[in-house]
């Protein structure tokens, strides 16, 4: 390693885009690492929409539908910093996955599609981000093209999220008429369509455009000055603790297709991103990044990333310390020990063996079983373990059987092993002891029945029984089986406590109302 570790550590950025399918992710984390260096032109990354696949898409599954089932992580260098994004699936049929990839950064960006404005799917990725207290930049993506007004989206953007927000620059104009951006934090208009140094224009202390301009002449200009004007005087301030703490979100709006705003957010987001973050362990203890020791949780597990190998990967977010090849950890959980001979590293271009990496970084190991979701790994002589990554309340459910009654026992083992890895979420009904599993998107259902059937020789039948609220009950004994009813099933989850399954929401209010004394709540 060329710097000293902890210079390294302090360069880390660590993020994850978020956003409804269709807002841009994809197109932004190509320019980004466009800018980067990382490829050489934007547009290799993706292969949705090209018939080239990603290097994040190596399961079959991904090919044969064309989406990243998965979240792979991208890694480029930028003016002094190394930047880890963790790439969450661009459908919306969205995994847990994609949830717990946001344990492991230290900040989010939220791209929103400017005519759309905020998504359902914005909304659920939100409200994880919001809950773990990160600091979330927002792009408004897309002004190249007509869409609701500026202010109109800090709104919405205010109301539907609750967070408070700070227009960084402010649209001049939209769609065809889109002149460029008035940028507020660095004082100067970043022109749109103009190439070089000279798309960027002084402001004089009044705020006005300090050198004569056609652009002066036109109504937007006058429009977007308006704006700024009311924003400065109505609007947030900005604050760099508040943006730290997830209270305020930075706002900047451009247009990732045409690439434009995109390297000064870049710039501005590095700026303020945090660099890695300390997390709590089990006792409540913080771990610093700086650390000496080795330390790092699992977030994700994948299985036959290459199907040749049949090789599962246990990614690890590293939050203290720095990892070198051929190390040895522990994975207190089960008091084992392991010699970390084989690790991989995941870039753009292909996937590499890494050899050192520090905390911020997400390493790869391969897995042949030790490992499970949430498992804690430590270097050295450590013996403690992180608080336990959340658990997500599914509102996805199917029944499902083996469809040969001969191969029950290679069925029960491969659910154990998916569910031990955190792909789906396990149910038994009362008494009959049916199985039901629960996800929170349709594709860990498909991806369960692909695998099981690739890699535990099982067919499966699986009935949908629909989408359920699922709630958890704090006074489980209170509970009787006389409670439920066609509309509010009463299961078991994997660890025994009891379940019960809404229809819908008006079935959980009519349940609400009939016990009041039974306390029910949901997981995040
Ligand atoms: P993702 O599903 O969020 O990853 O979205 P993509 O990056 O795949 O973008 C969805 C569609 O929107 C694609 O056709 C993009 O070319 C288009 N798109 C992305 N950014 C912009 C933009 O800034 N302006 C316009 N006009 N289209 C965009």
């Given amino acids: 390693m ?27 984390t190509e320019k980004l690492l466009y800018f980067g260096g ?46 880890n994004i963790l790439d969450t699936p661009g459908h919306e049929d969205f995994s847990e996955d994609t949830y717990r990839t946001l344990m492991a950064v230290d900040a989010a960006v939220m791209m929103v599609d400017s005519a759309k404005g905020i998504e ?29 007004e500026p202010l109109e989206l800090m709104e919405e953007l205010e109301e539907v999220l609750e967070i408070e927000s700070y227009a960084m620059n402010y649209p001049i104009g939209m769609g065809k008429e889109f002149i460029g951006v008035y940028d507020r934090f660095n004082n100067r208009i970043e022109q749109a369509r103009v190439e070089g140094d000279s798309h960027f224009l002084p402001l004089n202390e009044e705020g006005e455009l300090a050198v004569e301009h056609p652009m002066t002449e036109t109504s937007y200009y006058q429009q977007a000055l308006e704006d700024v004007l009311l924003l400065n005087e109505a609007g947030n301030e900005f604050d760099v603790e508040r943006v730290a703490n997830g209270e305020l979100t930075p706002v900047f709006f451009g247009s990732a297709l045409t690439n434009f705003g995109v390297q000064t957010f870049l710039e501005t987001f590095l700026q303020f991103a945090p660099s890695p973050q300390p997390r709590k362990t089990k006792d409540e203890q913080l771990v610093d990044p700086n650390s000496e020791e080795f330390s790092g949780f699992i977030f994700k597990i994948q299985a036959n990333m290459n199907p040749a190998h049949r090789d599962r990967i246990a990614f690890v977010r590293i939050v203290s310390g720095g990892f070198e090849r051929g190390m040895s950890v522990t ?27 520090v905390a911020g970084d997400i390493i790869g190991l391969y897995d ?13 002589k450590s013996n403690f373990q992180f608080e336990a990554l959340p658990q997500f309340t599914p509102e996805l459910f199917v029944r499902v059987t083996a469809k040969n009654v001969m191969k029950s026992k290679h069925f029960h083992k491969g659910i154990l092993q998916l569910v031990q890895e955190g792909a789906i979420q ?75 399954l809404f229809e819908n929401d008006f079935a959980l209010r009519w349940f609400g109302d009939k016990y009041p004394d039974i306390r029910l709540y949901s997981l995040l």
């Fill in 120 to 148: 359902p799917q914005t909304i659920k990725l939100f409200k994880v981000c919001r809950m773990r207290g990160i600091p979330i930049f927002t792009f408004m993506n897309k002004m190249d093209r007509q869409g609701k």
């Fill in 368 to 380: 042949t079983g030790n490992y499970q979701i949430g498992d804690t790994v430590v270097g050295g």
């Fill in 426 to 500: 396990y149910y038994k009904t009362l008494h009959t002891e049916e199985v039901l599993l629960g996800a929170v998107g349709q594709l860990q259902f498909e991806v369960f029945e692909h695998r099981m059937k690739n890699e535990y020789n099982v067919e499966v039948h699986m009935e949908h029984i629909g989408s359920k609220v699922a709630r958890w009950i704090e006074n489980e004994s209170d509970v009787k089986e006389s409670m439920t009813g066609q509309r509010s099933m009463l299961v078991k989850d994997r660890y025994d406590n009891l379940v019960f």
């Fill in 2 to 28: 060329l710097k000293p570790i902890k210079e390294e550590i302090a360069s880390r950025r660590t993020f994850a885009i978020i956003s409804h399918p269709d807002a841009g992710k994809t197109t932004m």
């Fill in 38 to 83: 990382a490829i050489r032109d934007a547009g290799t990354v993706k292969g949705k929409k090209t018939g080239k696949y990603a290097t994040s898409d190596w399961m079959e599954i991904e090919k044969q539908r064309g989406i990243s089932v998965t979240s792979s992580v991208l890694q480029f260098d930028y003016d002094g910093k190394r930047v």
């Fill in 331 to 357: 994975v207190p959980r089960i008091s084992k020990t392991i010699k970390l001979s084989q690790t991989t590293q995941f870039l753009a271009d292909d996937r590499e063996t890494v050899n050192e990496a």
